[in-house]
T-cell receptor, first 115, second 111 residues
Framework: GAGVSQSPSNKVTEKGKDVELRCDPI?????LYWYRQSLGQGLEFLIYFQGNSAPDKSGLPSDRFSAERTGGSVSTLTIQRTQQEDSAVYLC?????????????FGQGTRLTVV | QKEVEQDPGPLSVPEGAIVSLNCTYS??????FMWYRQYSRKGPELLMY????GNKEDGRFTAQVDKSSKYISLFIRDSQPSDSATYLCAIKGGGSYIPTFGRGTSLIVHP
């Protein structure tokens, strides 16, 4: 595809359930980021993948959150035992390579609502 | 203190006005400065990307960086209702490849 694709676009789940959010980065992009955006808040960094290197997980808020990236392409963010405070828009971005001077392209996001 | 501070607004201006959006940051190691625009229920899109101090112009948009004051600005000339969106500043550098974002400023341009 031409851009970063995220699915589903909207997800409503019950408190305590697990959810999986998917990100398809731009083809050939080696760097992938997950961010969370709560209402009226900026983008909160969650996790960063670069090629085959170990991911930077320093932004994950708790051990209920995990992410993986298979084959250096598609990434899945998993939230276990969801809580109401997990309600937010989860944004994925990719960059063509690792570097301070690269730009990140964002997907449309997955709007997660925990009821 | 957050690494990047940005007034959330909202900022409401009449069509045709010059808009000034600003961010301050705390880490002097930051070297790359970006402005993203985010329409409601959409992902952020990159507007401007600058390196180090100085000005960069692209059409009606001018990005300005003052590293001595740790202050960055985005100016929009002849603002249009279609400019109504949230504008996020993002900064990276100092060995980190992960952009740090401000909270975003909500801009409303009314006809």
């Amino acid at each position: 595809g031409a851009g970063v694709s995220q699915s589903p676009s909207n997800k409503v789940t019950e408190k305590g359930k697990d959810v999986e959010l998917r990100c398809d980065p731009i083809s050939g992009h080696t760097a992938l980021y997950w961010y969370r955006q709560s209402l009226g808040q900026g983008l909160e960094f969650l996790i960063y993948f670069q090629g085959n290197s170990a991911p930077d997980k320093s932004g994950l808020p708790s051990d209920r959150f995990s992410a993986e990236r298979t084959g250096g392409s598609v990434s899945t963010l998993t939230i276990q035992r969801t809580q109401q405070e997990d309600s937010a828009v989860y944004l994925c971005a990719s960059s063509s390579r690792q570097g301070e001077d690269t730009e990140a392209f964002f997907g449309q996001g997955t709007r997660l609502t925990v009821v | 203190q957050k690494e990047v501070e940005q007034d959330p607004g909202p900022l409401s201006v009449p069509e045709g006005a010059i808009v000034s959006l600003n961010c301050t940051y705390s880490n002097s190691a930051f070297q790359y400065f970006m402005w993203y625009r985010q329409y409601s229920r959409k992902g952020p899109e990159l507007l401007m990307y600058t390196y180090s101090s100085g000005n960069k112009e692209d059409g009606r948009f001018t990005a300005q960086v003052d590293k001595s004051s740790k202050y960055i600005s985005l100016f929009i000339r002849d603002s249009q209702p279609s400019d109504s969106a949230t504008y996020l500043c993002a900064i990276k550098g100092g060995g980190s490849y992960i952009p740090t974002f401000g909270r975003g400023t909500s801009l409303i341009v009314h006809p």
